[in-house]
């Protein structure tokens, strides 16, 4: 990756939303900030070759699925899968387009990436605020021999509608009882503590200007703000480092000819090398397209990115979705049509 998330998320804003300028080959999307950055590299590749404009807002799951449902956006997208009935009743379906994992974020004097391990439990425990100081003994005893400061936990957390925080809060409550009756799961949780970021970029800068704050972001994100990030303890008992290699274990398994409308969820999955964290990032559109034209567009775009952005999902530690899920998700697409029920893309 040789630009930071920051410099790619500015080039996108500035060459995204020239709207007067907006040419009739131009698509529009907004939501998840955990792909934000994939998407902008994409853009600008997809500009170089076909001089037509992706133009993405990275405003959140929550606000990505709301533009789709008031149809203010050629798509949506979301780090929270829609059920299948909650994709029929809005008229909408969705597909994945990567794959990748939610890390825990440190900002703690002298550790190093890596060098703090953390359980699911233990981490549910700091973000409902029952473990509040870094040598606390439950941090210590699964840390010996690193030296942990006297010094309050500081939680970030998302202040937005977030699929990172639903696939962050999924996994809490699939690894803790407590966490689950009383915060559960979604884009947007009543956290118990701590202080809220906007998007991914949001709480990596905060973790980055808080010190002895604990926070999560989407991996691309720790890396190019260079945080330090813990390993984990998965499903199996092996404590794990976040990586394109743990991803992929997490996703091993994955089914996706068996999930009605792509609808899988990938946190606390089986494996010895699996990241508990790990998740998909969908794309959102209306079934019934008011503007065919414009969702011929938008498949072309992705049909485009399936072909010839997988080394760029890559080199920014995401994960591309296999070839034989992409062959169904081509598939999945005949079902969105203009008013007479043909396929818009053909």
Not at 116 to 126: C, E, N
Request: glycine fraction near 10%; charge should be positive; hydrophobic fraction near 40%.
């Amino acid at each position: 990756m040789k630009q930071s998330v920051r410099l790619v998320a500015s080039l996108a804003l500035s060459a995204g939303f020239v709207a007067g300028a907006a040419m009739a080959a131009d698509i529009t999307g907004a939501g998840a900030t955990f792909p934000y950055p994939l998407y902008a590299k994409w853009a600008t590749s997809y500009k170089a070759t076909t001089s037509n404009n992706m133009n993405y807002q990275s405003i959140g799951s929550g606000g990505g699925i709301k533009q789709i449902q008031s149809k203010t956006v050629d798509f949506g997208a979301s780090d929270m899968p829609l059920k299948p009935e909650e994709l029929e009743k809005s008229g909408l379906t969705q597909f994945p387009t990567v794959l990748g994992g939610v890390v825990p974020v440190i900002n703690v004097p002298g550790i190093a990436a890596g060098q703090v391990k953390f359980t699911g439990q233990l981490l549910a425990d700091i973000f409902l605020g029952k473990v509040s100081k870094w040598n606390d003994p439950a941090i210590a005893s699964l840390n010996p021999g690193v030296k942990l400061p006297d010094q309050k936990i500081t939680v970030v957390r998302r202040s937005d509608g977030s699929g990172t925080s639903f696939i962050f809060t999924n996994y809490l409550s699939k690894v803790s009882s407590e966490w689950a009756s009383k915060v559960g799961s979604n884009t947007a949780v009543n956290w118990p503590t701590g202080v809220g970021g906007k998007g991914n970029e949001g709480v990596a800068n905060y973790v980055t200007r808080i010190k002895g704050s604990i926070g999560y972001v989407e991996y691309a994100y720790a890396k190019q703000n260079k945080l330090a990030y813990g390993d984990l303890k998965n499903e199996a008992g092996s404590f794990v480092a976040p990586s394109d290699k743990s991803f992929r274990a997490a996703a091993a398994n994955a089914d996706w000819k068996k999930a009605p409308g792509f609808y899988l969820l990938l946190t606390n999955q089986p494996g010895k090398d699996s990241w508990p964290i790990a998740g998909a990032t969908f794309i959102l559109m209306h079934k019934k397209q008011d503007k065919p034209a414009q969702g011929t567009e938008v498949l072309k775009f992705f049909d485009w990115a399936y072909k010839n952005g997988d080394k760029t999902a890559l080199d920014l530690d995401y994960i591309p979705m296999p070839d034989n899920v992409k062959t169904v998700i081509r598939t999945s697409w005949k079902q969105i049509t203009d008013a007479s029920g043909k396929p818009v893309l053909n």
